[in-house]
């Protein structure tokens, strides 16, 4: 069985938004472009049809390698051999739902605050979920916590947690920039004509993250010796505690963690088009985007061809 | 047989037409994709802007392009000074699309008339860059032979304003430039239909660039394949030679062998 850390990518089925298709045809897109756990998310249809379906996504999951998880429903996950199950605030308590699973399969829970995933740490869930960070017609009604709880969520927790609510290609770059490493989506794959391809663009998303993390702390170093130079401006604590710096973006007031052009690009979702960057004054060659630092209060510019005469 | 597309030369590239097409202002990219194509053109100019990073989205206008054989010859639009032309160029080129620039430094609002000043002083630092440097001036002969001694690859006097549509306002400048270039002679801007480019060419320029009259036209499609004719009838015209334009008549038979006497009105005017 697939670890959960090695897990980044976790989509969640929704019928509702595929009519016309069938289940296990969406799912297997999904994983065929990257999703690495598939959760069964049903309250609507009879015992005997939950549980077909459950067996359907197990045999699927089984064969490509992926997690299998079940959510709210204890039993089922246990009738059709699944590898975890999923709990939301107001469903079984984690203690009960462990000695009913045991040691062997995952628990995770559904989080909308930092206490709540704090207690569900402590309490031994295997992974949190963190959300929903934007409004999202999955759960109406239900009040967005922003990424303002994922930066929290990314400082305080040891377990992994995956963002979700409203996470899509669009959104996903501001959910990795507040500290997010692992997403979970419903509709923006299961919605979408094509599962695979928005799985691949979230999944590369999270990964050029992942190798900016890498190459930051590498670079860790390099950056100390650049503050005790005394030859940059300190951001004001709290930015500092988070690593951002201010900048002056295409004219306009930023923070961000960015360390480098190519990292600012990334963060701005301009990797891969068509764009020039200028960085005080001087334009940066595509090739050194990754070499040259940011330091506060640099101007970057990034412009592109439009029409003209 | 394509005549009008025999070869000119500009910063090493033979280019196989003589007609530039801005890529500003089109009804759509589509249209824009089938003007270029009616029009034959193969540089086309763009301007440098920042993106707007709330609205990410793919640039539809290159993805026009992909695949095509075609020269970029990015402007310095927005600029009002030589520094801020420059620094346009350099942008411009890390797009990785060559070298060609065309220096645009604009002072005058209304009249968007090209700064000679500045625009001298960008055209010496860009060429001395590397750049291929076109800049874009007024009908000026003396700045035109100044600019190409600051390197400029081809120079690009303005008909009329841009985007007026008032045609070669000065033919007898326009002539003058030409008669002194060593370097190609590009009119730009003003010109407001295919009579107006076949105008440029008989005067003997080298090559026209318009953009608003085939993207404002009526129908930008067909005005972009109207462009190309009168860009290929002016060139031909200039090769073969007008005839002298004089005061009287001059009938295209001998008077010898007519059937009936020549008029010989009281007070007619002999030649």
Redesign the interface.
């Known amino acids: 069985m697939r670890a959960i850390e090695d897990c980044k990518l976790y989509v969640i089925t929704g019928e509702t938004y595929h009519p016309g298709r069938p289940l296990v045809e969406v799912m297997e897109a999904a994983i065929a472009g990257g999703a690495d756990i598939v959760q069964l998310r049903d309250k609507e249809g009879t015992p005997e049809a939950r549980l077909a379906k459950a067996k359907m996504l197990r045999a699927l999951t089984r064969r490509h390698g992926v997690l299998f998880i079940v959510n709210d429903d204890v039993e089922l996950a246990l009738a059709a051999d699944a590898d975890g199950v999923h709990l939301g605030q107001d469903d079984m308590p984690l203690e009960e739902a462990r000695r009913r699973v045991g040691k062997g399969m995952l628990i995770g829970i559904s989080t909308h605050e930092l206490s709540h995933a704090l207690k569900a740490e402590r309490e031994g869930a295997d992974y949190v979920g963190v959300g929903p960070v934007f409004p999202t017609a999955t759960k109406p009604g239900r009040r967005a916590v922003t990424t303002a709880y994922v930066a929290e969520a990314a400082s305080q927790l040891r377990i992994p947690f995956f963002a979700i609510g409203g996470i899509s290609p669009a959104t996903a770059e501001e959910v990795l920039a507040a500290g997010a490493r692992r997403l979970c989506a419903v509709s923006a794959v299961v919605g979408h004509a094509d599962p695979a391809a928005v799985c691949v663009t979230l999944k590369r998303s999270i990964e050029r993250w992942e190798a900016e993390d890498a190459r930051r702390r590498t670079n860790r170093g390099t950056a100390t010796i650049t503050a005790l130079n005394g030859d940059v401006a300190a951001p004001n604590a709290a930015d500092q505690a988070v690593g951002r710096i201010p900048l002056l973006l295409n004219g306009k007031k930023a923070w961000s963690e960015a360390v480098t052009i190519g990292a600012l690009a990334g963060e701005l979702g301009l990797a891969g088009r068509r764009v020039m960057a200028e960085l005080n004054g001087e334009a940066v060659p595509r090739a050194d985007w990754d070499a040259v630092r940011l330091r506060p209060d640099d101007r970057v510019e990034f412009v592109q061809f439009v029409g003209g005469g | 047989m394509n005549t009008a597309y025999s070869p000119l030369k500009i910063g090493g590239i033979t280019l196989r037409s003589r007609l530039f097409l ?5 009804p759509s990219p589509a249209v ?1 994709r089938e003007a270029l194509e009616a029009s034959g053109a193969q540089v086309v ?7 707007d ?1 709330d609205v ?1 989205e ?2 539809p ?2 993805g026009q392009m992909e695949g095509k054989d075609l020269v ?1 010859l ?2 310095t ?1 927005g600029a009002s000074t030589a520094d801020e032309a420059v ?1 346009i160029a ?7 699309l060559g070298n060609w620039v065309k220096v645009e430094i604009s002072g005058h609002p209304r009249l968007l008339l090209p700064d000679p000043v500045e625009t001298l002083r960008a055209t010496e630092r860009l060429a001395r860059e590397g750049f291929t440097v076109l800049p874009y001036t007024s009908d000026d002969p003396m700045q035109a032979l100044r600019l190409e001694e600051a390197g400029a690859a081809a120079v690009m006097p303005g008909g009329s304003p ?1 985007g007026t549509g008032l045609g070669i306002l000065n033919p007898y400048q326009i002539g003058w430039i030409v008669e002194n270039a060593r370097v190609p002679v590009i009119v730009d ?1 003003g010109l407001g239909s295919a009579s107006d480019a076949a105008t440029a060419m008989e005067l003997g320029a080298d090559g026209i ?4 009259p085939v993207a404002k036209a009526r129908d930008p499609v067909g005005m972009a394949a109207a462009m190309r004719l009168g860009v290929e009838a002016g060139w031909l015209s200039r090769r073969a030679g007008r005839i002298p334009q004089r005061a009287y008549a001059s009938a295209s038979s001998d008077e010898a062998g007519g059937l009936f006497a020549a008029p010989t009105a009281a007070g007619g005017l002999q030649p």
């Not at chain 2, 350099?90 to 990785?96: D, F, W």
């Open positions: 801005g890529t500003g202002r089109y824009m100019t763009f301007a440098v802007r920042r993106i990073l990410v793919d640039d206008l290159l970029c990015p402007n639009s620094r350099r942008l411009a080129r890390e797009a990785g841009i801007a660039l318009v953009n608003t």
